[in-house]
């Protein structure tokens, strides 16, 4: 007789910061998260469900920046959104180019680390 195995689930894909390594499965990539139909993400994201929900909740986990195109997630050590997403090092770099409220948040943060 042979043997009955469960079948082995699909691996989920995982999302991982390229910054602060935070990692974690992930349902969607894109806009429109099919578990959420009424919601348009303002920027293609890496979305799960949320697990604390029995509604059609989900939790945003990250995206990736816009200059340098490395996945980040939406810790504010790790990523700004205006406009469109930025891992914090090309703010660094990009500084000149973001308005004057960029500047200031960018030096509270550098002064805060020092």
Known sequence: MAETHE???????????????FS??????????????????????????????????????????????AKVCLSQNCSLFYTKRFCLQCVKKNLKEFPAEIKEEMTKKSTKND
């Open 24 to 69: 974690v499965s992930f349902d969607y990539f894109g806009r429109k998260p099919p578990f959420a139909r009424s919601y348009v993400l303002m920027e293609e994201a890496y979305v799960m469900k949320d697990p604390f929900s029995e509604e059609r909740g989900f939790i945003t986990l990250g995206s990736s920046c816009n200059i340098c195109r």
């Open 7 to 21: 079948k082995d689930k699909p691996a989920k894909d995982v999302f991982v910061c390229e910054n602060c390594n």
